[in-house]
Each structure stands twice: as structure tokens, then as C-alpha cells.
């Protein structure tokens, strides 16, 4: 991977059109780079981002779900790390996008799959992805709420009443911008680690012979290692992460150097991811495979009001940290679209959507279906962005061409035809393929060879960055 120093972004011509007032007490920065003297994020910060969006209820629970499926603990386990492996390898390559220019990921599009396809495709997709994932989180947080708070004041909270003030708890931290995140991670961090080590103790330590480590451990479930059953759950660890390659550079827009970045990012997945799995699968097999999600079992093992309170402050803090994230990103990619509106506005676009999915409980039962749909969007998509950047494009951009509806990314009218017809065909090959195949990975690669083999073929117009004379950029006369 070659070394790029982080260009002069403030010196770089380009037309970012006025936006509508913002608060002041508010990020700032929409879709136009970060200044280099703004770059000043290090590992540790960056770490202690991406920890806590890795340690979080909805990779608990897919630890749980895994089990009750049929798999064994380690298989679970297992899984969800193999599926953050690969996904993340790709969510590493588009995070140096941010650290190199400090754009935001989904601006970054636009050089891949044109102007007008970034904003009206891509931007469109993963603002309502990101509204779901934020719907999603907080459903799962909101039953394990209201497990708590039925164990503890016995009453029968409403859980779409507890799932849209939760929401709307959340959605204030993530209006505020990035250093909001920032400082909600280095607060938040180390209660959630106490907190989630105490819970699992509690687990452990029960009375019933099902929790004890040599039982769990060795708990074999139904399918165990059975690839039928293993391939979803890894297939749906990818999906999810999938949906985030093209907000990386979000969160890595503010960092100093590459080395940070892939340290803090590779670390993090790794470890968090780690912690997410054993927690939910831990639970799910002490439950005796009858119950998925581990916030809403331990109150059932009829534990303390301590411990209850510690469940409840656990889920506020390990909810809050993540979905903040969900609706800081989906507002950049909403922002993407209509840039006017400005980051704050169209993360307030992105919250009331996700606060009004949050309305629809159902959205956690069928996660493996939601999944695959997502998959089969985002798999194309993943596989094309990463082979244009690396192979085409060898890891750079023009920053100035990506503001420039007459520039390099123009395209055909905005639209790379040959990335977009390659997203309908990695879509296309999708909906067969078993899932025994591992069709988000199988179809990101066949469409990313596709594509630059296509671009062989076919021999668009070629135009050189400046110091990049046989790296080529392509577009459709």
C-alpha cells in the first residue's frame, strides 16, 4: 500500500453550495473535507470510537440468535468474528479515504460510481439503512429495558413507548457532531466494560448447572459446526458491516495517520467484536438455547435491583454509543443528496425516520431475512468502490473532482455506467446463490474483478491525477 501525506484540502478549488443556518454550537463540517490542522484524531481516540460501536446489543444478540439457530458457542463465536474479518478488511481499505483527504466516505463515492449515482443511489441506501440500524438498536435495547424495569418496579411498560424515548435520548448526542462521539466514547468506555464483565459474572456464577463455563463451553446445540447453519450466521455478520464500508472514512476524517487509523480500526474490531459474541452466545446457551437476547434473560434469572439497575444503565450507555453513530452517518449521507440541508438538518431527517421505525418491534424478528436484503444491495456495491480505489485508482482521489459536476467523476451524466451496470448484476447473481455460498463475499468479489476487467475491455476515456500518470481514473465519454 503506498504512503500518501494528507493533501492541502483548504487550498483545493471546489464549489460546496451554502447550506441552511446551523447552530453553532454544532459540528460544522458537511460534506466539504476536513482542514488538515483539523486532523488531529489519534489511535486511542479512534479506538475508543469504534470499541464501543463494536460492543453493542445488536452484535450481542446476533452472538444469541446464532445459538438458538442451532449452532454451538464457539461456533457462534466464531461466526460473528470470521464475518467482522472480512468485512472489516474492506471497511479498513475505504477508512484511509478519510484519513488521506478528510472527506466523508459517502462523498468519496462519487469517484467510484459518479456524482449524480452517489448522491441519488448510494446516498438514498445508506441513509435508510442507517435509519434501520438505528430502529433496530433501539428495539433490541428497549426489550431488555423493559424486562429490567418490569423485574424492578413490577410494571408492564409500553416497549414502542420505552423504544422512542430511548430514540430520542440518543438522537441529542449525535446532533451535536464528532466531538460529541468523541467524548461520549472516552466516558462511556470504561462503565460499559465494568459493567458488561459484572453482567457475565452474574451468568456465570448462577445456580443452575446450564451457566457454568465448562457446560457452556462445550455446548454443542443442534447444527454445531453444521456449514448450512454457520455460513448464514457469518453471511450476516458481513451484511451488517457492509453497510458501514461506505461511512468509514466517517469516523476516520479527523484522524492524523494511516498507522492510527488501521491500528485503532483493526484493533477494535477484533476486540469488540470478540466481547459482543462470547457475551450474547454465553447467555443464549446458559438459557438453554431458549432465549436470544441476553438483556432480556437476566432479568429472568432472578437477579437483584442492583444488578437490574447496572442492566438498565448498560443498555442507556452501550445503546446510546452506538446509535449516535448510526444517525451521525446517516445524516452525512442524507447531506450527500441535499447538501443545503447541511449535516445537523439532515441528521435530524435521518432521527425522526429512525425514531419512527422504532414504532415497529418486528423489525428484530426476521434479522437474518433483513440481512440477506441488505446483503444483496451492499455486496456489489463493497466489491466495486474497493477494486476502483485499489486497482483503478491505486488508493487516490481528486478531492477538487469530486465537487465538480463537469469534472473527472462526471461520467455518463453523473452515472459510471459500467459500476452501475455491475451493481445490477452482482444484485442479479445474488438472489440464487445459497447461502451455504457466502453470497455477500462471493458476489463483492466476482463484481469487483467484473468491473475492472470490464474497464479492460471496454477502454473509457482516461484522465491522470497530477504525480499519477499511469494510474487512471476513468470516464465514459
Known amino acids: ?82 464475518g467482522v474479518l472480512i468485512a472489516f478488511t474492506a471497511y479498513a481499505i475505504m477508512a484511509t479515504v478519510g ?96 459493567i458488561l464483565g459484572y453482567l457475565l459474572y452474574v451468568v456465570m456464577s448462577h445456580a443452575n448447572a446450564e451457566h457454568d463455563p465448562l457446560v457452556v463451553f462445550n455446548w ?14 457469518i453471511g450476516v455478520t458481513v451484511a451488517a458491516w457492509f453497510t458501514q464500508v461506505t461511512d468509514a472514512a466517517d469516523y476516520c476524517r479527523y484522524c492524523s495517520s494511516r498507522r492510527s487509523m488501521w491500528g485503532a480500526t483493526m484493533s477494535a474490531a477484533v476486540l469488540g467484536i470478540l466481547c459482543s459474541a462470547f457475551f450474547g452466545a454465553y447467555a443464549a446457551a446458559a438459557s438453554g438455547a431458549t432465549e436470544a437476547n441476553a438483556f432480556v434473560y437476566i432479568p429472568s434469572l432472578g437477579v437483584g435491583s442492583v444488578t437490574l439497575a447496572l442492566l438498565l444503565v448498560l443498555l442507556v450507555l452501550d445503546n446510546w454509543t452506538i446509535n449516535v453513530l448510526n444517525i451521525y452517518t446517516g445524516g452525512l449521507a442524507l447531506v450527500n443528496l441535499t447538501e443545503k440541508l447541511g449535516r445537523f438538518w439532515s441528521t435530524v431527517v435521518v432521527a425522526v425516520a429512525g425514531t419512527a421505525l422504532s414504532l415497529v418491534p418486528a423489525l428484530v424478528t426476521n434479522i437474518s431475512g433483513v440481512m440477506d436484503a441488505i446483503g444483496c444491495i451492499y455486496a456489489p456495491i463493497v466489491g466495486i468502490i474497493v477494486a476502483d480505489y485499489v486497482v483503478v485508482k491505486r488508493w487516490r482521489i481528486d478531492v477538487a473532482g469530486l465537487y465538480d459536476p463537469s469534472g473527472p467523476y462526471r461520467y455518463y451524466r453523473g452515472f459510471n455506467l459500467i459500476a452501475v451496470g455491475w451493481i445490477l448484476i452482482g444484485v442479479i447473481i ?48
Not at 462523498?107 to 440500524?133: K, Q, Y
Not at 454443542?220 to 450466521?233: A, Y
Not at 453470497?439 to 477502454?459: D, E, I, M, Q
Request: no cysteine; charged share 10%.
Open 99 to 194: 484519513v488521506d483527504y478528510g472527506v466523508p466516505g459517502i462523498v468519496s463515492t462519487r469517484a467510484f460510481v459518479g456524482i449524480a449515482a452517489s448522491r441519488w443511489v448510494i446516498s438514498t441506501i445508506r441513509a435508510i439503512s442507517s435509519a434501520f440500524w438505528f430502529a433496530f438498536q433501539t428495539i433490541a435495547a428497549a426489550m431488555g429495558i423493559v424486562a429490567a424495569l418490569n423485574q424492578l418496579f413490577d410494571v408492564n411498560a409500553s416497549l414502542i413507548l420505552v423504544s422512542v424515548l430511548f430514540a430520542i435520548l440518543q438522537v441529542i448526542v449525535a446532533l451535536f457532531g464528532y466531538d460529541s462521539l468523541r467524548w461520549l466514547s472516552k466516558a462511556v468506555f470504561p462503565i460499559k466494560v465494568v
Open 220 to 233: 454443542s446445540g443442534t447444527e454445531g459446526w453444521n456449514w448450512p447453519v454457520f455460513s448464514i450466521w
Open 430 to 477: 445474488y438472489v440464487p446463490l445459497p447461502a451455504t455460498a457466502l453470497p455477500t463475499v462471493l458476489v463483492a468479489l466476482v463484481s469487483g474483478v467484473g468491473y475492472v476487467a470490464s474497464l479492460r475491455v471496454f477502454k473509457p476515456t482516461a484522465n491522470s491525477l497530477p504525480g499519477q500518470e499511469e494510474s487512471l481514473i476513468y470516464t465514459m465519454p
Open 1 to 82: 500500500m503506498p504512503a500518501h501525506g494528507n493533501p492541502d484540502t483548504e487550498s483545493i478549488s471546489m464549489e460546496v453550495p451554502e447550506v441552511i443556518s446551523q447552530p453553532s454550537v454544532v459540528e460544522q463540517h458537511g460534506v466539504e473535507p476536513v482542514p488538515e490542522g483539523e486532523r488531529t484524531v489519534g489511535a486511542k481516540d479512534l479506538f475508543q470510537i469504534l470499541i464501543n460501536v463494536m460492543i453493542n446489543p445488536n452484535l450481542i444478540l446476533i452472538g444469541g440468535l446464532g445459538v438458538v439457530a442451532g449452532l454451538s458457542f464457539w461456533a457462534a463465536v466464531a461466526a460473528e468474528v470470521i
